[in-house]
């Protein structure tokens, strides 16, 4: 009852060099690797299906190691406005979407970038007026931090010149204390609270949109966060245990949960651990700063573009140090946003006065400001560190302004964490990010964009195509103590491989962009297929 997966290159990833051309595996498992003449002979009478990659390369199942999926295909739902570079082709888009949608319903856009359009500026309620008067629009700015909304939906929010800053927000205003329409932080929850409701079945099409992108680009798994953004956290869980139901549709998921809802799903009688033959419930998740686009991000010395701040931390030092030993109550390891040096300080202390369970292992997620005698700590500690490569890319170079020289000899530094022996994982932060394995790969190797020409940013630490690899892989699996099992074409290893239509070693970096995925194989089940 096996199947044979014959007629191209595997790259089990164990080491650089390794190949072979043919894998057998029987009940979700690899049983023997090899040579298809000799796994032909040697399991004649098991082999009950062959699969056929035509000339493509297969690898470990890729993993994306920090993603929130139900925001990917709530982005792809929606109209995207990353890559619009200017406000006129922006409402003509908008006026595109708005002509297909009937009168009264929500016009939602997302993505925005007004530092792409000349002049940099965020357009006036008025502008958005223009599109449609009769349907209430938002668009929210590519950092999801800010809105712009039409006067119909500053209506619907009660917003009017009377309404103050909320707590933790700011209502831009004009020179008359009009609204611009132009919402920040938690001004924008005056808008979210008069949305459409979000209910299951919404829930359920945005994760089915998205399951079906990763496996379209190779993904056999990730490590997402979501339970904690759209109401109810235990319809939440249901959709993700309805959607990926480990039988028809199968996508190793491991769900972090965001720390106040990590009681109440034990209460809910959900347990750590398996969900399904392929969903599971993971780490506490834990916010520890912002990030430097907003100047968020909570670093030790000021800004080097604003001295005026170092940031923000959302828990004090010791709070946070309590909401680890929380974690700890319920047996559960923790995944940490860090972004600044300060943020990493105070979870490196709250590790050492908490570390994990036997058998478990923390995360840090995103890692992007260092310190050497932080480096020191994390090395004595079990844990992983989350990496997002995309950012590099996307994020240099305006990064080298807030942070200034010397803070940038050890920020962003892959390549040092993992000479240091740090287990690092690799993953998109979707919908910030897209989720790519090859656009994640290429900014780990290349330290640039796609088609840039320049030696890349801080290029000392550049990973080769291998390690690059290995972070989606091995890496993945390793954050959440897996690596025996999972992110390598190994015998007793999981069924779940990624297929392109090519080798990656055998091409240049902004070649691999071009691969396309042929096949997305999990628990031995063929999820996306494109073979030819
Ligand atoms: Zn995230």
């Known amino acids: 009852m096996g199947t044979l ?7 089990p990833l164990d080491t650089e ?11 979700g498992k ?14 004649r009478n098991r082999i009950t299906r062959e699969e056929n990659l035509y000339g493509g390369t297969m690898y470990p199942g890729f993993t994306d190691s920090h993603l929130h999926m139900i925001g990917h295909g709530e982005k792809i739902q929606r ?3 990353s890559e619009v570079t200017s406000v006129d082709k922006m409402m003509s888009l908008l006026k595109e979407s708005a002509s297909r949608l009937p009168d009264g319903k929500w016009l939602i856009a997302d993505g925005f970038n007004e530092n792409l359009f ?6 006036h309620r008025r502008e958005l007026d223009r599109v449609t008067s009769e349907h209430p629009v938002v668009v929210s700015r590519v950092c999801r931090h800010a809105m712009l909304v039409n006067t119909y939906a500053l209506e619907l929010g009660g917003i009017d010149a009377a309404v103050p800053d909320p707590p933790g927000g700011k209502i831009e205003k004009d020179n008359n204390g009009v609204p611009t329409g132009y919402l920040h932080d938690q001004a924008q929850d005056y808008i979210r609270h008069v949305m459409p409701s979000i209910d299951g079945e919404y829930l359920e099409k945005a994760l089915l949109t998205s399951l079906e992108d990763l496996w379209e680009k190779g993904f056999t798994g990730a490590h997402t966060e979501d339970l904690n953004y759209y109401g109810d956290h235990i319809l939440t869980l249901k959709v993700f245990e309805n959607v990926i139901d ?19 799903l034990r209460e809910a009688g959900y347990q750590t651990g398996q969900l399904n033959r392929t969903l599971e419930l993971g780490a506490v998740k834990i916010f520890g700063d912002g990030a430097l686009g907003g100047r968020t991000a909570l670093l030790r010395d000021p800004y080097s573009d604003d001295p005026s701040t170092n940031g923000v931390s959302i828990h004090q030092r010791e709070d946070l140090i309590k909401i680890v030993a929380t974690a700890r109550e319920l047996v559960m390891p923790v995944a940490i946003h860090t972004i600044g040096d300060l943020a990493l300080e105070y979870a490196v202390d709250a590790l050492e006065a908490h570390p994990p369970p036997e058998g478990m292992r923390d995360r840090l997620i995103h890692l992007q400001v260092t ?4 480096l020191d700590r994390l090395q004595k500690l079990p844990v992983v560190l989350d990496i997002q490569p995309r950012f590099v890319a996307s994020d240099f170079p305006w990064v080298e302004q807030r942070l200034g020289k010397d803070r940038l000899s050890h920020s962003f530094a892959w390549k040092t964490y993992m000479n240091m022996g740090i287990a690092c994982a690799g993953g998109s932060d979707a919908p910030i990010e897209p989720p790519d394995p090859l656009l994640g790969i290429h900014a780990a190797v290349t330290r640039r964009k796609p088609g ?25 699996a390793s954050a959440i103590v897996k690596e025996q099992e999972r992110g390598l074409i190994k015998e007793g290893y999981t069924a779940d491989f990624t297929v392109f239509d090519r080798d990656l070693f055998e091409l240049e970096p902004d070649e691999w962009l071009d691969c396309k995925v042929t096949m997305t194989v999990v628990d031995e089940s063929i999820m996306y297929d494109k073979r030819s």
């Open 118 to 123: 000349t002049p940099a500026a965020v357009p």
């Open 17 to 27: 060099e390794a190949s072979f051309n043919a894998v057998f595996t029987e009940k």
């Open 30 to 43: 690899i049983v023997a690797t090899g040579s298809e003449e000799a796994l032909r002979d040697e399991y």
């Open 371 to 374: 310190a050497p005698d932080l």
């Open 79 to 81: 109209l995207d406005l």
């Open 246 to 264: 480990g039988e028809k549709r199968k996508f190793r998921a491991n769900l972090l949960v965001h720390h106040e809802v990590a009681r109440p």
């Open 452 to 476: 840039e020409s320049h030696s890349g940013y801080l290029p000392d630490e550049k990973l080769t195509l291998f390690e690059a690899l290995r972070l989606f892989t091995t890496g993945s």
């Open 5 to 11: 997966w014959f007629g191209g290159t595997v790259r």
